[in-house]
């Protein structure tokens, strides 16, 4: 579906200073409404993989585009303005756990062309007030500022490089999608938005193109900080 559509920097800095703009809801905890098994998880895509792939999420773009939509249709028909793409964990370093790094790319340029989709189909329905396709692109389950191990406090699992690489390939697969805007949501370690924001700017220059770029913090105790202080 081919649909006009404002410029996102310049309507959503327009609109922000008439409204309050709404954001959809959670997607992880929508999806396990469906209550799905692990062969609606695998579909065709992966039958055979060696990993058990139930609970991740995201994997649903390929393998169950259809309940993925459903839940942007109902976010949208509730009065979001943007809604996020099913890519929580769509980098390579979240993915590990699945034994799914070679899918990235696939997992977020398919989450962002149904998150498109249903962006077109609402804002065709209610022209005057246009939605928009916010990339997620979610912490990953790696801390770069907290060792894992409590015997070796120097200890990373993940360096800076290793998150800005793969922060990289997730943004510009999810440009690649059509997003309008990025969105580096729940940040627990401030290092590890550092790669992300590097990240997104080596996208955009190397593709000549900018988007809006919202951050998203989680603040974990009444002092205040994340969780890396």
Known sequence: MSVSRPDPRTYLQAALRERILFLDGAMGTALQQYSLDED???GEHFENHAKDLKGNHDVLSLTRPSVVREVHDAYLAAGADLIET????????????????????????????IARE?????????????????????????TLSISPDVNDPGFRAASFDEM????????DALMEGGVDVLLIETVIDT???????????????????????????????????????
Do not use: W
């Open 86 to 113: 099913n890519t929580f964990s769509s980098t390579a370093i979240a993915q590990a756990d699945y034994g799914l790094q070679s899918e990235v790319r696939a997992l977020n340029v398919a989450a962002a062309k």
């Open 40 to 42: 609606a998880y695998r």
């Open 164 to 171: 800005r690489e793969a922060f990289a390939e997730q943004i």
């Open 191 to 229: 290092l590890n938005l550092k790669a992300a924001i590097v990240a997104t700017f080596e996208v955009f220059e190397r593709r000549g193109k900018e988007l809006p770029l919202i951050l998203s913090m989680t603040i974990t105790d009444k002092s205040g900080r994340t969780l890396s202080g």
């Open 118 to 142: 249903a962006c077109d189909a609402a804002t065709a329905r209610t022209p005057d007030r246009p939605r928009f396709v916010a990339g997620a692109v979610g912490p990953t389950n790696r």
